[in-house]
């Protein structure tokens, strides 16, 4: 497409001579403009979308892909329906629980939880809190007075293993002198920590029986949690449990509805920044342009010399083409490899970042994470990557087709 003269000669008008410096520098800043655009573009989307996909993760490891609830805060005989949930095919879990919310206090110290009673098979069967325990053990839990709290709350109530907490529930007891706290002490009898604060700080995990004695539900639990192989696909299993739950009294929520709002924000918080980012490339677009008519202007006497040796108006289109498009090509490498390698060691530079400077740049209680996720995409790369190729093309079109226009005999008469 190109031949070798052309590409000898857009390259050699690249490295200007001393005289022709001022070129060569602003060549050099649309080159560090395209690198940078599409460095800080891969680096912001690998970011968000492992915010995304570990906030997904944690989501619904702590919880049901989908939740069955009685319409009366209690789902009485609820052996049998789990038990057809789980021959469904798809379904790889269905764990009943109790879930309520209670103060928490111990040493003087008291905060608002949320409390989720499960038997120990199907707490240890949740790998999110079996497999990261950092003190005590699953066994343990086998015990009606056993608790287990995230490594959050129980530095903020001052808990250990072994410890006691006491729990009161939103209904007292009636009595002739009024209605008194209906409390209940249970023993620490492990801390975990799942990465996201949300449940490390709020998270109370005690024994199903304790919990439907505790909310006084009898024999029922407030909802059946469901686990399918494919969560993104949870549409399809929600049409295959309804006929189950059809004269149960009982409403489905899912993983997606109990958390639209926040992903429609992480969504749109998303798009929004690609748009911004992207005028940075834009922007670095222009600069080529200016760069390469200053290029054409200086050029003005070789180009009428090449055009009266022979060459052709698409020879020196391609020139300045080349010219142009070498630097886009170049910056956008140079902006994908600086950004992967940032990606994929960005947690480990932003503890350096907080080690050097001494400050914390990336909080759980704001970020609700314990770690600066990163996943990168390929499809996005490669879209990036292409963006800034086309953009960058584009901005060489016009100065190679003025230099292509250029009249051979007035560039030599002002010459």
Known sequence: MFSTFERWVAFRYLRAR?????ISVTAWFSFLGIGL??????????????FRHDLIERIIGMNGHLVIYSHTNSLPHFESLTEELKKLPGITGANPSVEGQA?????????????????VADLEARKSVSDHLITGRMSLFDRPNAAMIGKRLAEKLGLILGDKITLVAPEGNATAFG???RTRAFEIAAIFDAGMIQYDATFVFIPLASAQKFFRL???????????????????????ILPLIANKNARIFDWQQQNKEFFSTIKVERNVMFIILTLIILVASFNVISTLIMLVKDKGRDIAILRTMGATQGMIMRIFFIAGSSIGAFGALVGTVCGLLFSWNIDA???????????DLFRAEVYFLSKLPALVDPNEVILVVTISLVLTFLASLYPAWRASRLDPVEALRYE
């Open 18 to 22: 001393r005289q022709e410096g001022f």
């Open 37 to 50: 655009g599409v460095a800080a573009l891969i680096i912001v989307m690998s970011v968000m979308n492992g």
């Open 103 to 119: 103060m928490a206090m111990a040493h003087g110290n008291a905060t608002g939880v949320m409390v989720h009673g499960m038997t």
């Open 179 to 181: 209605t008194t706290p």
């Open 218 to 240: 009898g024999e029922g639990v407030t909802g059946i949690e469901v686990f399918t192989e494919h969560p993104e696909k949870i549409e399809h299993y929600k049409d295959e």
């Open 349 to 359: 530079i932003r503890k350096w970042i907080e080690s050097f400077s001494g400050t």
